[in-house]
């Protein structure tokens, strides 16, 4: 399948900008779930995606100085899956994305296959696992969130299904904002938010285990101010409740900083499943 683009000299109606790395993440799901149909085509499970950030459909890129392209999203890329999933699960908050993505979902050939909650993900989630029986279900879950909606309790519910597949990306910016380097800059409203993204309150132990004295002699205690601490102790966490999580990849800036860390993550406990995919997902993360 080919990526549609459209060169432009101006901003348009549209998701979000990004650049290179959008378009990695997007390689990656696109490539996962063509294999992922394909593979259990001849099983008998019903097969469903579930995109909680789902956007429009579509993504603008930034080409050049001025101009971008327009690419294929999550959600488009879901619709035009061959073979195609059984049941497609569509959430997006934002009213005008919504609306956008629902004329594309009406369009489509396979369009009748998918519903679309505008909720917060957060809220609805919960209730789209719930109508699955997932004894007898599989599915691929993109978890593609802005910052740091995800919460520690949204990630354990979605690893209690032992079914799903899931790419999760994690914005390092997000939580180098949340978690400044000097311990003390991190006021209530901060460490909530690290709490409620990581599941504890562990991080402080974890990442900020350097003493040293201020100008009155007090100690002050701060992290290392590269990623590698943090990335690693997102990983741990991850691990404590999924089957497998594979090394994630680190999507950076045109700038070189470190921007994402796209996760694979496999809830499903069976060695066969866990082989499988992390094989697979191992190969198409290899991006070029």
């Known amino acids: 399948m080919t990526t549609s683009t459209v060169l432009e000299d101006r901003p348009t109606k549209g998701h979000r900008f990004g650049g290179r790395w959008t378009e990695d993440k997007l390689k990656?799901?696109?490539d996962y779930i063509h294999f992922y149909t394909k593979a259990l085509s001849a099983q008998p499970f019903k097969l469903v995606?579930?995109?909680?950030f789902a956007?429009?459909?579509?993504?603008h890129v930034?080409?050049?100085?001025h101009g971008e392209r327009i690419i294929d999203g999550?959600?488009?890329?879901?619709?035009d899956c061959s073979p195609a999933f059984d049941a497609i699960h569509f959430v997006e908050r934002k009213k005008s994305h919504a609306a956008e993505l629902q004329k594309l979902i009406a369009s489509h050939p396979n369009g009748s296959r998918?519903?679309?909650v505008q909720e917060a993900a957060q809220d609805c989630l919960p209730n789209i696992l719930r109508q699955h029986n997932w004894r007898s279900t599989r599915g691929v879950l993109f978890l593609d969130p802005y910052g740091l909606q995800c919460s520690w309790k949204m990630i354990e519910e979605i690893a209690a299904t032992k079914a799903l597949d899931v790419f999760f990306l994690v914005s390092l910016s997000g939580l180098f904002r949340q978690a400044a380097i000097d311990e003390r800059a991190i006021d209530e409203v901060k460490a909530a938010r690290l709490t409620a993204f990581l599941g504890t309150d562990e991080w402080r132990a974890a990442l900020y285990s350097n003493e040293r004295l201020d100008l009155f002699d007090d100690p002050v205690m701060t992290r290392d101010a590269?990623?590698?601490?943090?990335?690693?102790?997102?990983t741990t966490r991850?691990?404590?409740?999924?089957?497998?999580v594979n090394e994630p990849r680190v999507l950076y800036q045109s700038t070189g900083a470190p921007l994402f860390a796209l996760y694979f993550a496999v809830s499903n406990p069976s060695a066969a499943a866990r082989n499988l995919a992390g094989r697979v997902s191992k190969d198409i993360m290899k991006i070029s």
């Open 226 to 234: 590269g990623y590698l601490p943090i990335l690693n102790f997102v």
């Open 238 to 244: 991850l691990r404590m409740v999924f089957a497998e």
């Open 55 to 59: 956007g429009t459909g579509r993504c």
């Open 114 to 116: 998918a519903t679309l």
């Open 62 to 65: 930034k080409s050049g100085a």
């Open 28 to 30: 990656v799901l696109r």
């Open 49 to 52: 995606y579930i995109d909680a």
């Open 74 to 79: 999550s959600a488009k890329i879901a619709l």
